[in-house]
């Protein structure tokens, strides 16, 4: 009997990056840049894109939904630590759950416990949430390379002559 081949295609979703921003690495020996995107289907999500210090990282996109997920197989009452991430990054190098997890403490979902130096607490991220909502509102589209761009957008524009001509088509 023939075995079956099961092909799935994933279309590749178009993400906005909204920020980059920068936080030192949780040993805090080097410091990391990271971007937050946005799906065109509404989806937050996290890239670490440089690291000044020597360790390795993919740079793979990681949405607050699969973190959440994780987060949340540990009892909320429980202090967390990176290892939550290490799911999210099967085969991938050993330090992107530390560093990912290093942004989420810079973007307030988590801070150090005052029970266990090693671990965290989780922290409802307000404000993060908010600049979000803000930034996935307006057109803002940063380039990797922290480059500022608009989002293409078409608009008419009338000419200020008195003479009769066609608007111009603005990209």
């Excluded at 999500?45 to 540990?74: M, P, Q």
């Excluded at 150090?112 to 991220?125: F, G, K």
């Excluded at 803000?134 to 003479?163: C, I």
Aim: net charge neutral; proline share 6%; glycine share 4%.
């Amino acid at each position: 009997m023939k075995k079956e081949i099961q092909v799935t295609t994933v279309t590749p979703r178009k993400i906005r990056i909204l920020k980059i921003a920068n936080c030192p690495n949780l040993s805090e020996s080097s410091t990391l840049t990271y971007h937050v995107g946005v799906a065109d289907d509404g989806e937050i999500l996290f890239r670490l894109w440089k690291n000044t210090g020597a360790g390795y990282f993919s740079a793979e996109w990681v949405s607050i939904n699969a973190i959440k997920a994780a987060s949340d197989k540990v009892p909320a009452d429980k202090p967390i630590t990176s290892f939550i991430l290490n799911q999210l990054f099967v085969g991938r190098s050993a330090n992107n759950p530390s560093f990912l997890f290093a942004v989420l403490k810079q973007e307030g979902f988590v801070q150090r416990s005052e029970i266990d130096i090693r671990c965290y607490d989780r922290v409802e991220p307000t404000a993060f949430m908010a600049e979000i909502d803000e930034l996935t509102k307006s057109d803002v589209n940063l380039d990797p390379d922290g480059k500022p761009k608009k989002l293409p957008k078409k608009r008419v524009v009338e000419s200020p002559s008195t003479e009769a001509s066609m608007p111009a088509a603005v990209e």
